[in-house]
């Protein structure tokens, strides 16, 4: 039973819009969520994150939204560029906070951003 | 100037013959992790050590083993590949300390004649 959830495999979005990604968890344990943007035959790479204690965190043109009573968080990348087109991985862990805890992740979100 | 390095990045290898993965690391981080992607799924958590503290997740198989001779390494032994095992696997590090993200390399794909 998958606790994190990006239901969306994929999103197009036109250069210079934005894009919003979108993750569910179940776990209501969960205090730290981040986002990894992955290329092709790279590893994950850290984008972004968020605690629990905040609801939005930004960093130039990402901004991650938490809203824990819906256990929802969302990625909007504003404005979206061409090198953006990526696989997108939300992920959470519970307890520790991402450095001991268990990071479970989402199956991604693949995201192309149309010149 | 990669920060955590795996090697190789392609391995081939052969049913039931034992296999390793390594990882190394420059940014001198207390905790190193094995996660294992399958195709068009999420990482999964193999196991971390903290320091020289191994913590083995419940449903990893015993055919996965982990090695971590001083800080900057860690290696992932395969004792009996088995087809199911063909997959990218992950090394990650992060510091010893609450909410700090996890640093990945560009993986090892494995696999399995």
């Known amino acids: 039973d998958q606790q994190v959830k990006q239901n969306s495999p994929s999103l197009s979005v036109q250069e210079g819009r934005i894009s919003i990604l979108n993750c569910d968890y179940t776990?209501?344990?969960?205090?730290?969520f981040l986002w990894y943007k992955k290329y092709p035959a790279e590893g994950p790479t850290f984008l972004i994150s968020?605690?629990?204690?905040?609801d939005k965190n930004e960093d130039g043109r990402f901004t991650v939204f938490l809203n824990k009573s819906a256990k929802h968080l969302s990625l909007h990348i504003v404005p979206s560029q061409p090198g953006d087109s990526a696989v997108y991985f939300c992920?959470?862990?519970?307890?520790?906070?991402?450095?001991?805890?268990?990071?479970?992740f989402g199956k991604g979100t693949k995201l192309s951003v149309k010149p | 100037d990669a920060m955590v390095i795996q090697n190789p990045r392609y391995q081939v290898t052969q049913f039931g013959k034992p296999v390793t993965l390594s990882c190394s690391q420059t940014l001198n981080h207390n905790v190193m992790y094995w996660y294992q992607q399958k195709s068009s799924q999420a990482p999964k958590l193999l196991f971390h050590?903290?320091?020289?503290?191994?913590?083995n997740e419940a449903d990893t198989p015993d055919n996965f083993q982990s090695r971590r001779p001083n800080t900057s390494f860690c290696f992932l032994d395969i004792r009996s590949p088995g087809l199911g095992d063909a997959a990218m696997y992950l090394c990650a590090t992060s510091r010893g300390q609450s909410n700090q993200p996890q640093h990945f390399g560009d993986g090892t794909r494995l696999s399995i004649l």
């Open positions: 050590y903290y320091d020289k503290d191994f913590n």
């Open positions: 968020i605690s629990s204690i905040k």
């Open positions: 992920a959470a862990s519970a307890g520790y906070g991402g450095s001991q805890g268990n990071l479970i």
């Open positions: 776990n209501s344990m969960f205090d730290y």
